[in-house]
């Protein structure tokens, strides 16, 4: 079979006035639609920002307290060697916590009982008193056993 022997016939059909309507359908669709305003918080609300904002959320937070958060042991530590040890007496003699309380709350092992007795004893020399304070103070002594006799 040759080429020439082939009819050329136009074997496709195209329906009436359709080349007449075909500038009209193809303005119809590429018209552009009228864009609706959409705010940032309809946005947050699709899907995927719905289940990412809430796991963002929670990775920064623990970023913040695993990683970035300074150590607040020191510091705690420096408050309180701060505060003197007659405010530590009277805050725990205000208090109503009982001595049980107080041991549960000491890690004794951590204590080191050497340290405790390595505090400077100041005795008090007769050049630091006056003869006002001492008369003051026989006065107190005198008062007080008369008072609890």
């Known amino acids: ?6 009819q050329k016939k136009n074997i496709y059909k195209v329906p009436d006035d359709y080349f007449d309507k075909l500038p009209g359908i193809i303005q119809s669709k ?12 309809q946005v947050l609300r699709r899907p995927a920002f719905a289940y990412a904002i809430p796991a963002m959320v929670v990775i920064l937070t623990a970023a913040y307290v695993f990683l970035i958060r300074p150590d607040n042991t020191l510091q705690q530590e420096d408050i309180l060697a701060s505060v003197s040890t007659e405010d530590l007496i009277a805050y725990v003699e205000m208090s109503d916590m009982t001595t049980d ?6 890690d004794i092992e951590s204590v080191n009982v050497d340290d405790l007795f390595l505090e ?7 050049d630091d008193l ?4 001492v008369q003051e103070y026989l006065l107190e002594l005198e008062t ?6």
């Open 30 to 41: 590429v018209q552009k639609e009228k864009l609706e305003y959409t705010s940032w918080w």
């Open 130 to 133: 006056t003869n006002e304070q």
């Open 1 to 6: 079979m040759k080429l020439e022997d082939i």
């Open 101 to 106: 309380e107080i041991l549960e709350e000491i």
């Open 120 to 126: 400077e004893i100041h005795l008090i020399s007769d």
């Open 144 to 149: 007080n056993d008369l008072l609890f006799q």
